[in-house]
């Protein structure tokens, strides 16, 4: 089955520590993106990548950073400077930026 | 700047038709998306539209885009108990990243 897969569903952490969201993809797409959404509203973006070794910042990067060593994952780790770092993130992938974006199942993140 | 607005809730009777409404401020958007969001998920695309396009039908989905008015709809026929769920509009900018309004959560009553 072709899809993106986003591990665990539920994540909870301490406050102060980082912690690192799983984004793998098998649809051969060539840019992931990650987005945070917050309860009654829509979807931010924090970070893309439109190609392996190369992302962009998106709307909300501060606090958080990623990696793209392969075209099929795509990880984004929350740190401790994200100030209120508790909220559903989602994962997409897409062919290229011209395409429809396709969504992972979603993290759900409690900072404690 | 970009921006993309919906009314944040709709009830409607099962059985019934359903539109939820989107306006946009890109006009230079090429595509415009509507994805569905049941809860505890992530997001589901459902449809899109080609700027240059009025309207694109898909079953029970109809999408109506007025391009002078920067106004999308999504109107879904025979509503069923199992379409409820948040609907969000999403235009592309010419940065090809997609800008979502904040959901319009449907509710639909047996």
Request: proline share 3%; hydrophobic share 30%.
């Amino acid at each position: 089955d072709g899809g993106i897969t986003q591990s665990p569903k539920y994540l909870f952490r301490k406050e102060g520590q980082n912690v690192t969201l799983s984004c793998e993809q098998n649809l051969n797409h060539d840019a992931m993106y990650w987005y945070r959404q917050d309860p009654g509203q829509g979807l931010r973006l924090i970070y893309y990548s439109q190609i392996v070794n190369d992302f962009q910042k998106g709307d909300i990067a501060e606090g958080y950073s990623v990696s793209r060593e392969k075209k099929e994952s795509f990880p984004l780790t929350v740190t401790s400077a994200q100030k209120n770092p508790t909220a559903f993130y989602l994962c997409a992938s897409s062919y290229g930026t011209s395409g429809g974006q396709f969504f992972g199942p979603g993290t759900r993140l409690t900072v404690l | 700047g970009e921006d993309v607005e919906q009314s944040l809730f709709l009830s409607v009777r099962e059985g019934d038709s359903s539109v939820i409404n989107c306006t946009y401020t890109d006009s230079s958007s090429t595509y415009l998306y509507w994805y569905k969001q049941e809860p505890g998920a992530g997001l589901q695309l459902l449809t899109y539209i080609f700027s240059n396009m009025d309207m694109k039908q898909d079953q029970r989905l109809t999408v109506l885009l007025n391009k002078k008015d920067k106004h999308l709809s999504l109107r879904i026929a025979d509503t069923q108990t199992g379409d409820s769920a948040i609907y969000f509009c999403a235009e592309r900018s010419n940065t090809g990243k997609l800008i979502f309004g904040q959901g319009t959560t449907l509710q639909v009553k047996p």
